[in-house]
């Protein structure tokens, strides 16, 4: 079993950056794939991003690919979403999840998941 909590949220203006971290606790945190997921108001989770247990490969939607990356630190039990060029559109709260069955874009594949953090972008 894991728990999972993620900081690292803010407001912050259109253009700029934020790193989120997702800190774990629980003795097999490098077996799970992670994942960040995102809600936004009157709109359903949607994927975010997702890594691989040794972060060897990673995944991105199509909204974020190019401006988020995932990374982890397996000795530190933590995941990390670094955003940047950030859009109105980005606000959110974010969600880390991590998943035993493996690397995947699907929110039901994750068993376990973050309280989350506000993201919210001005324009």
């Known amino acids: 079993q894991v728990q999972l909590v993620e900081s690292g949220g803010g407001l912050v203006q259109a253009g700029g950056s934020l790193r989120l971290s997702c800190a774990a606790s629980?003795?097999?945190?490098?077996?799970?794939?992670m994942g960040w997921f995102r809600q936004a108001p009157r709109r359903e989770r949607e994927f975010v991003g997702r890594?691989?247990?040794?972060?060897?490969?990673?995944g991105y939607a199509d909204s974020v690919k190019g401006r988020f990356t995932i990374s982890r630190d397996n000795g530190k039990k933590t995941v990390y979403l670094q955003m940047n060029s950030l859009k109105p559109e980005d606000t959110a709260v974010y969600y880390c999840?991590?998943?035993?069955?493996?690397?995947?874009?699907?929110?039901?594949?994750?068993?376990?998941w973050g309280q989350g953090t506000q993201v919210t972008v001005s324009s």
């Open positions: 999840a991590a998943s035993r069955s493996g690397y995947s874009d699907r929110a039901d594949e994750y068993g376990y």
């Open positions: 890594i691989t247990w040794n972060g060897a490969t990673t």
């Open positions: 629980g003795r097999t945190f490098s077996s799970y794939a």
